[in-house]
């Protein structure tokens, strides 16, 4: 299986590092939590080179791509430098199909195309974590390259975790059939607070789902499936029943014409019989037709590099540090995210018995 590339869908991951010296108004506090080192051996502060910028740069971009699992399924929305913190875009609707035949001489009357908008607003995120100068004259690399790592982690689950919260919002929305265990049966759930401990994504249910997608006339991707972003254990959930054995392939899997992409920040709420899972069923947008995007958008600005590291060696911050005792590693991106079809994306709501205990992890029935 061809796994999505985040440099084909969704932001440029290109990064901007800015080393060098910057000097701050003195009224600045120094950074919180600073990194400390208590063991320092004679020496001299550390100079960051353009090799260690470049090896930085690779860093970050290695702790960025695994993590980046709703950014890479949206259409890319870049706001122009100068041009305001909002960017708008614009749906248009199908028109209905013509039954009515041409009468000869007589023109027919015209049509209009319905347009509706949608505001995205840009938002900044960022975090850095702080060093001394005894910790930079043992091991200001060891330490940066940690640093840029967690940091990388944080600036991606950071960035995920807002395009997830805006795009769980949705109206078009599905709630997976109660299952018997004992007979396959299943009870239909139309609200959250029906569901219960066995309300399992099964076969069933995705075939249901893609079932909603194709009558909305929402394409699948271009491998012919659609994608569902859901939590690990409701993957793990259907792997216990009777549909594992040859069914998943490649590194995460597919079944009923879905592709699964796990992730630990789908969203788990609280209801009355345990967790519910809020996993996102993703298609095409049926309304462009010159190519495949997915139905929400995400936002960036034009030459910002969407992320950029910021390594503050010591000695760059003024008169704000007048003893030279302090650096900063740190990262800065800009974001924002909406949906922009609602009908080519579905929230799937469920539960999974494998969070409870082994005497519940039963396997699911053959439900024809």
């Not at 997608?213 to 409701?234: E, Q, T, W």
């Not at 590194?251 to 992730?263: C, K, N």
């Amino acid at each position: 299986m061809n796994m999505f590339n985040p440099y084909e869908i969704g932001f440029d991951l290109a990064l901007h590092t800015v080393i060098g010296d910057t000097t701050v108004p003195g009224n600045v506090p120094p950074p919180s939590n600073l990194n400390l080192s208590t063991d320092a051996p004679p020496g001299t502060p550390n100079d960051l080179s353009s090799i260690e910028d470049t090896f930085f740069q690779q860093l970050m971009i290695g702790a960025l791509i695994p993590n980046l699992h709703y950014l890479q399924f949206g259409r890319k929305l870049t706001i122009p430098q100068g041009k305001g913190k909002t960017t708008t875009t614009r749906k248009v609707d199908r028109l209905p199909v013509l039954d009515t035949p041409l009468t000869e001489g007589r023109p027919p009357d015209g049509q209009k195309l319905n347009f509706s908008e949608m505001e995205i607003s840009l938002k900044q995120f960022g975090g850095y974590v702080g060093f001394s100068d005894i910790l930079d004259l043992t091991a200001l690399v060891d330490f940066a390259s940690t640093a840029l790592g967690v940091l990388g982690t944080q600036g991606a689950e950071t960035i995920d975790v807002d395009i997830r919260n805006s795009i769980t919002n949705g109206t078009n929305v599905l709630y997976a059939a109660s299952l018997d265990l004992a007979t396959g049966a299943e009870t239909e759930v139309t609200a959250r607070a029906d569901l219960t401990a066995t309300s399992f994504i099964t076969r069933r249910v995705l075939v249901r789902a893609v079932n909603i997608m194709r009558k909305n006339n929402v394409p699948a991707f271009p491998d012919g499936y659609y994608v569902l972003i859901c939590h690990p254990s409701v993957v793990s959930q259907m792997m216990l029943g009777a549909y594992s054995s040859g069914i998943f392939t490649g590194e995460v899997g597919r079944l009923a014409g879905v592709r699964f992409v796990t992730t630990t920040h789908a969203p788990i709420l609280t209801g009355t019989a345990g967790s519910v899972y809020q996993s996102i069923l993703l298609g095409g947008d049926a309304t462009t037709p010159t190519g495949i995007t997915t139905p929400y958008a995400v936002v960036d600005v034009a030459g910002s590099g969407n992320v950029q590291t910021i390594i503050k060696p010591i000695g760059s911050a003024g008169t704000s540090d007048p003893l030279d005792q302090m650096g900063t590693v740190g990262w800065k991106a800009y974001g924002g995210a909406a949906i922009v079809n609602e009908e080519s994306l579905l929230r799937i709501e469920s539960t999974a018995a494998i969070d409870l205990n082994a005497a519940t992890n039963v396997p699911v029935p053959i439900v024809p």
